[in-house]
């Protein structure tokens, strides 16, 4: 079955760097779009980037872009993303998700909007002096 696990949040200072990673399983992982989403304290989700299968292209929310940087390992089935330069408004749940088949090739777009089929557990990332 399909399972994506997030890893390495924890807790940073400002202007800091984390790298997150999301291991995925149960799918043809470079056959898909793939997508990070983070969910603030008493927020709803907000979409943070997308990814195409191949990994040739890539999208920012507008509060990330320039900061971070979302990768894929497709030989190693495996979706990153490199924050840099944390605020302490990147303070957040982020989440990997998948997109359906479908959305893969000319019918993906608009980023951002989805839909997932499917979601990890989450990795809480903390931005704080």
Do not use: H
């Not at 019918?107 to 903390?126: A, C, I, K, L, M």
Request: with cysteine; aromatic share 14%.
């Amino acid at each position: 079955q399909v399972q994506l696990v997030e890893s390495g949040g924890g807790l940073v200072q400002p202007g800091g760097s984390l790298r997150l990673s999301c291991a995925a399983s149960g799918f043809t992982f470079s056959s898909y779009v793939m997508s990070w989403v983070r969910q603030a304290p008493g927020k709803g989700l907000e979409w943070v980037s997308d990814i195409t299968g191949g990994g040739g292209s890539t999208y920012y929310a507008d509060s990330v872009k320039g900061r971070f940087t979302i990768s894929r390992d497709n030989a190693k089935n495996t979706l990153y993303l490199q924050m840099d330069s944390l605020k302490p408004e990147d303070t957040a749940v982020y989440y990997c998700a998948k997109y359906p088949i479908y959305y893969s090739g000319s019918n993906y777009g608009p980023p951002g909007v989805g839909p997932y089929d499917y979601w990890g557990q989450g990795t809480q990332v903390t931005v704080s002096s």
